[in-house]
């Protein structure tokens, strides 16, 4: 038996844009994932040999909605990780 | 009424408030408009260039959300806000506020409401350009006290 998974849109904003090298990528995840695994899966793949990508004070967008990291990811959402805003 | 707009060119603040003071016919008594300027120098030392980042979609909704908040606790005839992004360097303007009421202490009340939650809860990233390096700007306690003096 075959895993489901669910195929999300994932965008990098500032300077996580720019310690990873990419402002968005497409991802495969298990189904009943959460932002929080989410996280996890980007830390482990790119944050292992790059100590700029600290993805522990980021902010979640969920198709242009902040969400905590609890929350469940569906398919085709638009997932946004981003730092502290400033603005003005 | 109001108008948000997001874009890399420059505004006039005299075709603004020209237009604004046209929709308005004689119903304000006040319109008070907030420009805000890259400085040339920062508490980090010289500015040279400032890149303002966004996410196109999400931080307009940001800013019509903060309107909505300044119209529900004030009587406001019209508000503007313009936030330019991408490359701007010291002397450029940053953004325009401009709030039209019957009276002033409403306009001035919500024009700096608007400019303190913008600070803090519109979707921008700064990065600043200095003598040497360029480093990305991390929110100040000012910014997150002067938001939360309007929740008091």
């Given at each position: 038996m075959t895993t489901q998974s669910i195929t999300i849109q994932v965008k990098f904003f500032a300077s996580l844009r720019e310690s990873l090298g990419m402002s968005q990528i497409n991802l495969t995840v298990p189904v009943e994932s959460t932002v929080e695994m989410l996280l996890k899966e980007i830390q482990d793949t790119y944050g292992r040999d790059n100590?700029?990508?600290?993805?522990?004070h980021v902010h979640v967008a969920v198709n242009q909605q902040l969400v905590e990291f609890d929350q469940m990811i569906e398919q085709d959402d638009e997932i946004a990780i981003f730092p502290p805003i400033t603005g003005g | 009424m109001h108008s948000v707009r997001v874009q890399e060119e420059d505004f006039s603040i005299h075709a603004e408030w020209k237009a604004c003071h046209e929709r308005l016919g004689g119903k304000a008594g006040a319109v008070v408009s907030f420009v805000g300027l890259v400085r040339e120098r920062s508490n980090t030392g010289n500015v040279s260039r400032l890149y303002l980042e966004h996410y196109p979609g999400m931080t307009e909704t940001s800013i019509e959300q903060i309107v909505a908040k300044a119209q529900q606790r004030w009587s406001l005839f019209d508000v503007i806000v313009i936030h330019r992004v991408g490359e701007l360097q010291p002397e450029d303007q940053i953004v325009l506020v401009i709030v039209a009421s019957a009276h002033r202490a409403d306009a001035f009340a919500a024009c700096e409401f608007i400019m303190d939650f913008l600070k803090t809860e519109a979707f921008f990233w700064k990065k600043e350009t200095g003598d040497e390096e360029a480093v990305w700007i991390e929110p100040t306690l000012n910014d997150t006290y002067r938001r939360e003096k309007w929740q008091k």
């Open positions: 100590p700029l990508i600290d993805i522990r | -």
